[in-house]
């Protein structure tokens, strides 16, 4: 895969989830005022965010599966 969010912590995922979310916000901003050159690039990003979402989710609901055998 292109950008492999695989090998990062669950701190690193989020903190690369809120810069992509800033940069997604930025990017729709001057979609409206018609001033980019890659308008595709807002479904690459969104994309992505899903992707850390999902990895995020993966990552808690291991810690809970963790804590429960361990308590």
Same mark, same amino acid.
């Given at each position: 895969?292109?950008?492999?969010?695989?090998?990062?912590?669950? #701190?690193?995922?989020?903190?690369?989830?809120? #810069? &992509?979310?800033?940069?997604?916000?930025?990017?729709?901003?001057?979609?409206?005022?018609?001033?980019?050159?890659?308008? &595709?690039?807002?479904?690459?990003?969104?994309?992505?965010?899903?992707?850390?979402?999902?990895?995020?989710?993966?990552?808690?609901?291991?810690?809970?599966?963790?804590?429960?055998?361990?308590?």
């Amino acid at each position: 895969m292109k950008n492999s969010f695989s090998g990062l912590t669950c #701190e690193e995922l989020k903190t690369k989830r809120n #810069e &992509l979310g800033i940069k997604y916000l930025e990017l729709r901003f001057k979609l409206i005022v018609g001033h980019v050159e890659n308008p &595709l690039q807002k479904r690459t990003m969104r994309r992505q965010i899903a992707r850390l979402n999902t990895l995020i989710y993966q990552h808690e609901k291991d810690k809970k599966a963790g804590a429960k055998v361990q308590g």
